[in-house]
């Protein structure tokens, strides 16, 4: 998720365990687990911002482009991390 990657993207790969499974470690905490899925979000959610930068200078794209584009990235932001990225 680090490296801009959704946990279901990750999940899909045939050696990866189900999305539900890391989603019931993350919650229970497995092995600490818990707080490293909250930092791999976190990284996630920096990802994010630092690709809405870079569509709205991308001078090639449409601007209603950009602006879907980013927005789409805005609203999961503004809702995961309110306090940091909200409007």
């Known amino acids: 998720m680090s490296e801009g990657k959704s946990l279901r993207a990750i ?6 365990p189900s999305e539900g499974t890391v989603r019931g470690w993350a919650v229970r905490d497995v092995d600490g687990f818990g ?4 930092a791999a979000r976190q990284l996630l959610l920096e990802y ?15 601007p209603r482009d950009r602006q879907i ?11 995961l991390a309110p306090r940091r990225y909200g409007r």
Do not use: N, Y
């Not at 584009?69 to 809702?79: A, H, K, L, N």
């Open 11 to 16: 999940c899909r790969d045939p050696d990866m």
């Open 35 to 38: 707080e490293r899925h909250r």
């Open 48 to 62: 994010w911002s630092d690709e809405i930068v870079s569509i709205a200078d991308d001078g090639e794209l449409d």
């Open 69 to 79: 584009r980013t927005g789409v990235r805005q609203w999961p932001m503004s809702t």
